[in-house]
């Protein structure tokens, strides 16, 4: 099974930027669809953004529009969530996830069959 392994977080300071990376452990990545996803304690896990395996659509939620870039990188198995113009609203624990790309439902993190551990985000002002 695809493994997955995040790093990039860290703690900055408002209006700051980060860049994620999500390593695959498998060529088969190039199969896969990733999305990022944060979650903080006592909340639900939110989507934040997705790539088609082609790399040529991407989806963002309306909170990150504009200032978050996903993109990736098939040569070398791995995803990327740059960050930018960050807000302590973006502070939580990012995680990347793959799916098959079915072409539908990238905001559904059900959907997802692979995850990484998570790399933790924090905003500070």
């Known amino acids: 099974q695809l493994q997955l392994a995040e790093s990039g977080g860290g703690s900055v300071q408002v209006g700051g930027s980060l860049r994620l990376s999500c390593a695959a452990s498998?060529?088969?990545?190039?199969?896969?669809?990733m999305g990022w996803f944060r979650q903080t304690p006592g909340k639900e896990r939110e989507f934040v953004a997705a790539i088609r395996k082609s790399g040529d659509i991407m989806l963002y939620a309306d909170s990150v529009e504009g200032r978050f870039t996903i993109s990736r990188d098939n040569a070398k198995n791995t995803a990327y969530l740059q960050m930018t113009n960050l807000t302590p609203e973006d502070t939580a624990v990012y995680y990347c996830a793959a799916r098959i790309d079915t072409g539908y439902n990238y905001r559904v993190g059900g959907d997802y069959d692979a995850w990484g551990q998570g790399t933790q985000v924090t905003v500070s002002s």
């Open positions: 498998e060529r088969t990545f190039i199969y896969y669809a």
